[in-house]
């Protein structure tokens, strides 16, 4: 008899504690997302420090500071107009440069853009009369890398 008594309260007890332990486990369900985002705002506020560092060292927040065995700026406005839009043709580029800087040549863009493909920045795809030029993964995640925004999306 006392031992069925005695069973009577574990299982009492075994069953307060399996509702403690639920109880717990949905007040702590807030605290886990808090924690969640708490993560992310210091990720984020880490890669804006970091972007103000840049800005601080070099007056700029640009893609061409990954790039600095470029000096002439035409490869590195080249480097912006794709890292605004990856996948145009010379003539695409041309155009963007003119606009950005009053001037453009297609023949200087195309010597360029080999100089650029030769340091691995930029690729090309297509035939060789009709190519598109992309930034480089490598290139474009390093900058990421850099600002402390983790991988790149691919949109090819």
Request: glycine share 6%; no cysteine; hydrophobic share 35%.
């Amino acid at each position: 008899m006392a031992d069925e008594g005695l069973e009577k309260q574990i299982k009492a007890l075994s069953e307060k504690m399996e509702s403690v332990e639920e109880a717990v486990s949905k007040v702590s369900e807030p605290y886990s997302q808090l924690l969640d985002y708490i993560e992310r705002f210091q990720k984020i506020s880490s890669s804006y420090f970091r972007m103000l560092g840049l800005y601080q060292r070099y007056g700029a927040i640009s893609p061409d500071l990954l790039i600095p065995g470029v000096k002439d700026s035409i490869s590195r406005d080249i480097v912006k107009v794709l890292f605004e839009r990856d996948g145009q043709n010379i003539s695409q580029i041309a155009e963007k440069l003119k606009e950005l800087r009053g001037t453009s040549s297609r023949r200087i863009v195309r010597e360029r853009l080999k100089e650029l493909e030769a340091k691995g920045v930029v690729r090309a795809k297509g035939s060789p009369k009709s190519k598109d030029y992309w930034l480089t993964e490598q290139y474009v995640d390093t900058w990421y890398e850099l600002l402390g925004l983790g991988p790149a999306k691919r949109q090819e």
